[in-house]
């Protein structure tokens, strides 16, 4: 099974950054954190990197089921999306797929929320291009 949700659009880096952004809130996602890859390559190991953004994602209403549920799902959350450069003024845009990757927690209630939080992440990367 295929862990992650993705998509490769014609876009500058920022310019994707902001859609994928816009296209989360849409969703009801905010971004809680922003990991600057290539950044942190340089600082620490002195190596270049193409652009590449971890984008931390959290849809507020379901962390609060999820949680509800599963008192450790926080070691899953937030959800995660990248934003890489990639040749040819493209960028590919992946989010987990929540559903393979709650496949490890033994707790079925966490399936119909995982299943809904697919869709929408899977929403936001078909509306990117």
């Known amino acids: 099974?295929?862990?992650?949700?993705?998509?490769?659009?014609?876009?500058?880096?920022?310019?994707a950054i902001e859609k994928v952004t816009e296209e989360l809130k849409k969703e009801g996602f905010g971004v809680l954190?922003?990991?600057d890859v290539s950044a942190t390559l340089k600082k620490k190991l002195d190596v270049d990197f193409p652009r590449y953004r971890i984008l931390g994602?959290?849809?507020?209403?379901?962390?609060?089921k999820a949680l509800q549920e599963e008192e450790k799902i926080g070691t899953m959350l937030p959800c995660n999306v990248i934003v890489r450069e990639i040749p040819n003024d493209y960028?590919?845009?992946?989010?987990?797929?929540?559903?393979?990757?709650?496949q490890a927690v033994e707790n079925e209630k966490i399936k119909p929320i995982a299943e809904e939080v697919k869709k929408r992440l899977t929403k936001v990367i078909t509306q990117l291009g």
């Open 1 to 15: 099974m295929k862990y992650y949700i993705n998509r490769e659009i014609k876009s500058g880096f920022e310019e």
């Open 33 to 35: 954190s922003d990991i």
């Open 57 to 64: 994602a959290c849809n507020p209403g379901f962390a609060h």
């Open 91 to 102: 960028v590919e845009v992946a989010a987990i797929d929540p559903v393979a990757s709650m």
